[in-house]
């Protein structure tokens, strides 16, 4: 066991950065990004990073710097942050958007070999001064010894989070529908065909709102178009695999917490924990966002929740990209 001493005022720096910098969430204990464990102290804790999180961290580890301060600082504050408050990091799901990208597990198994032999390898005090901007390199790490794992999986969630980017997609490039329109159909489409994803129609709120930019400088490139999909699917599941561990987190040993930098996630995460219909009518005005929050009342009625196994998912795929491609081409 590792013993160090840190200044009250060093962990306060640390902590402060993490907390200024709105990087763990979780709806009851930082639901704006600002973690407050009073009255959460008698359980488990583990983090969820995202890929951003972990590139950064990988880099790191096999090139011994990072050239961006801000990156550096908030990978290693995190690391020290975890491993003073006996907080696990998971990088499973990182670990897997990247074996889907590769469509191979290799190369997410020599970065989860990296992960794992990093919590031993450095001692909290390299990271409390990489944190501290003490330092700015650490040694490089090399693996003596490669274990492989089986991270290439396709979550229902992430195609289900897919077939909802084909069609959102396809409405934002269409100019003829009105805003209500647009939200009519697509969550007509999700209530009729998959599960329904908090998340994902807060973000479509967004999109339309202008405010992310997911499909900027697409023009006619179809395939820079999937990719864009395929990306954004990927964040909202994320959220939606991690929302599934909140769901049963009061029976369960462990609480997990959400750790991200993309600010978009973040938005995403704090509207829809929020549960305010109030953006609507931010983002669109009183009458067009009135308008939106009664239709999307009247297509979600209760329901029996579909069955994952019965669910078409790779033929809605098939079929919603052949979709977008048709629009894609009468655009140009």
Same mark, same amino acid.
């Given at each position: 066991m590792e013993f160090l001493e840190i200044k009250q005022s060093e962990l306060k720096k640390i902590t402060m950065f993490l907390i200024e910098n709105k990087v763990i969430f979780h709806p009851l204990i930082s639901p704006k990004g600002q973690p407050d464990f009073t009255n959460h102290r008698s359980k488990n804790f583990a983090t969820i990073i995202d890929r951003n999180i972990l590139t950064q961290l990988i880099r790191l580890l096999t090139t011994g710097q990072l050239k961006d301060d801000y990156s550096r600082r908030m990978v290693s504050s995190l690391m020290l942050w975890a491993q003073i408050n006996n907080i696990s990091i998971n990088s499973g799901l990182a670990l897997s958007e990247y074996a889907y990208s590769k469509r191979r597990n290799d190369e997410a198994s020599t970065e989860n070999n990296l992960f794992l032999k990093a919590f031993n390898y450095y001692g909290i005090q390299v990271w409390l001064d990489l944190a501290l901007? @003490? @330092? +700015?390199?650490? #040694?490089? !790490?090399?693996? $003596? +010894?490669q274990i492989e794992y089986s991270f290439f999986n396709e979550y229902d969630h992430f195609k289900m989070h897919y077939l909802e980017m084909l069609i959102i997609a396809r409405l934002y490039f269409n100019n003829e529908m009105t805003i209500e329109d647009k939200f009519k159909h697509f969550h007509k489409w999700v209530y009729e065909n998959i599960l329904i994803c908090k998340y994902t129609t807060f973000y479509f709120a967004l999109l339309l709102g202008r405010k992310v930019n997911t499909f900027r400088k697409i023009g006619d490139d179809f395939n820079a178009l999937i990719a864009k999909c395929k990306n954004q699917a990927w964040d909202l599941s994320y959220l939606s695999l991690w929302s599934t561990l909140y769901y049963y987190e009061d029976e369960a040993d462990t609480v997990y917490l959400f750790a991200t930098m993309d600010g978009e996630l973040k938005d995403i995460f704090v509207l829809t924990h929020k549960e305010s219909n109030e953006v609507y009518n931010e983002l669109f005005g009183n009458s067009v966002g009135n308008k939106i929050v009664e239709l999307i009342?009247?297509?979600? +009625?209760? @329901? =029996? +929740? #579909? =069955?994952? =196994? $019965? !669910? #078409? !998912?790779?033929? !809605?795929?098939?079929i919603e990209s052949e979709k977008l491609r048709e629009v894609i081409v009468d655009n140009q």
């Amino acid at each position: 066991m590792e013993f160090l001493e840190i200044k009250q005022s060093e962990l306060k720096k640390i902590t402060m950065f993490l907390i200024e910098n709105k990087v763990i969430f979780h709806p009851l204990i930082s639901p704006k990004g600002q973690p407050d464990f009073t009255n959460h102290r008698s359980k488990n804790f583990a983090t969820i990073i995202d890929r951003n999180i972990l590139t950064q961290l990988i880099r790191l580890l096999t090139t011994g710097q990072l050239k961006d301060d801000y990156s550096r600082r908030m990978v290693s504050s995190l690391m020290l942050w975890a491993q003073i408050n006996n907080i696990s990091i998971n990088s499973g799901l990182a670990l897997s958007e990247y074996a889907y990208s590769k469509r191979r597990n290799d190369e997410a198994s020599t970065e989860n070999n990296l992960f794992l032999k990093a919590f031993n390898y450095y001692g909290i005090q390299v990271w409390l001064d990489l944190a501290l901007d @003490r @330092r +700015k390199t650490i #040694p490089i !790490l090399k693996l $003596n +010894k490669q274990i492989e794992y089986s991270f290439f999986n396709e979550y229902d969630h992430f195609k289900m989070h897919y077939l909802e980017m084909l069609i959102i997609a396809r409405l934002y490039f269409n100019n003829e529908m009105t805003i209500e329109d647009k939200f009519k159909h697509f969550h007509k489409w999700v209530y009729e065909n998959i599960l329904i994803c908090k998340y994902t129609t807060f973000y479509f709120a967004l999109l339309l709102g202008r405010k992310v930019n997911t499909f900027r400088k697409i023009g006619d490139d179809f395939n820079a178009l999937i990719a864009k999909c395929k990306n954004q699917a990927w964040d909202l599941s994320y959220l939606s695999l991690w929302s599934t561990l909140y769901y049963y987190e009061d029976e369960a040993d462990t609480v997990y917490l959400f750790a991200t930098m993309d600010g978009e996630l973040k938005d995403i995460f704090v509207l829809t924990h929020k549960e305010s219909n109030e953006v609507y009518n931010e983002l669109f005005g009183n009458s067009v966002g009135n308008k939106i929050v009664e239709l999307i009342s009247e297509i979600y +009625k209760a @329901r =029996e +929740k #579909p =069955e994952f =196994e $019965n !669910l #078409p !998912l790779d033929d !809605l795929i098939e079929i919603e990209s052949e979709k977008l491609r048709e629009v894609i081409v009468d655009n140009q």
